[in-house]
Nanobody, 121 residues
C-alpha cells in the first residue's frame, strides 16, 4: 500500500510563495499519476492539479493556472506543488493523491493526510 506524506505547509502573506512536497513510501510511486487537492473550511474538496506518470503532462484548475506548478521526481518518490502569488482564498488543507487506471476508470486510490496552508492579507 502506497503511503503519502505531505509537508511544506505553513503561514504566508498574500503574494508570497510556498512549495509543498508529497513523499511516497514505495518505488511504485512512478506507476501513479499524482494529483493535488485542497479543502477549505466549510467547503468541499476541490481539484488543484495533476501530473502524469513521467511528469510530461500536467493539468490545472482554472483558479490556480499560471500561479501553481506541479512537478515530480520519480527517483525521490516525491511530487511537488509550487505555489506562487498566493491569495487568501488559497487557504486550505492541501492533499496529494495517487491515481491509477485510465479514462473513465481513472481514480485516486491513495491519499496523504494533508498539510495546512494559510495565506494572510
Amino acid at each position: 500500500q502506497l503511503q503519502l506524506v505531505e509537508s511544506g505547509g505553513g503561514l504566508v502573506q498574500a503574494g508570497g510563495s510556498l512549495r509543498l512536497s508529497c513523499a511516497a513510501s514505495e518505488r511504485t510511486f512512478s506507476s501513479y499519476a499524482m494529483g493535488w487537492f485542497r479543502q477549505a473550511p466549510g467547503k468541499e474538496r476541490e481539484f488543484v492539479g495533476r501530473i502524469s506518470l513521467n511528469g510530461g503532462s500536467t493539468l490545472y484548475a482554472d483558479s490556480v493556472k499560471g500561479r501553481f506548478t506541479i512537478s515530480r521526481d520519480n527517483a525521490k518518490n516525491t511530487v511537488y506543488l509550487q505555489m506562487n502569488s498566493l491569495k487568501p482564498e488559497d487557504t486550505a488543507v492541501y492533499y496529494c493523491a495517487a491515481g491509477a487506471g485510465s479514462g473513465i476508470n481513472f481514480g485516486y486510490v491513495y491519499w496523504g493526510q494533508g498539510t495546512q496552508v494559510t495565506v494572510s492579507l
